[in-house]
């Protein structure tokens, strides 16, 4: 069993920045892993906002291509997410994704709130 713990969020005005950190319970073996972040909004799909694979190769949703940036530590087992230039409409519970060959993981979702 693997917990994703996840810190970072809160409350910022509009154009501020924000740093999202997931970190896993423990190490990650599997050499097929992604992990990404996703958004979820009431009465909304849960909506893939960024991935990324073991060796870095990443992918953004259109809505954050050039305010956000997804990385990882392999080493520390966490993968974070930077935000900037922070829109209203990036208000939303996140949650950290972790997916293996095996299995499944998420986490418990942090708030972002984004002030105009």
């Known amino acids: 069993q693997v917990q994703l713990l996840e810190s970072g969020g809160g409350l910022v005005q509009a154009g501020g920045s924000l740093r999202l950190s997931c970190a896993a319970s423990r190490n990650i073996f599997s050499l097929m892993n992604i992990m990404g972040w996703y958004r979820q909004v009431p009465g909304k799909q849960r909506e893939l906002v960024a991935s990324?694979?073991?060796?870095?190769?990443?992918s953004y949703a259109d809505s954050v291509k050039g305010r956000f940036t997804i990385s990882r530590d392999n080493a520390k087992n966490t993968v974070y997410l930077q935000m900037k230039d922070l829109k209203p409409e990036d208000t939303a519970v996140y949650y950290c994704?972790?997916?293996?060959?095996?299995?499944?993981?998420w986490g418990q979702g942090t708030q972002v709130t984004v002030s105009s």
């Open positions: 990324i694979t073991r060796v870095g190769s990443t």
């Open positions: 994704n972790l997916k293996t060959d095996l299995s499944t993981f």
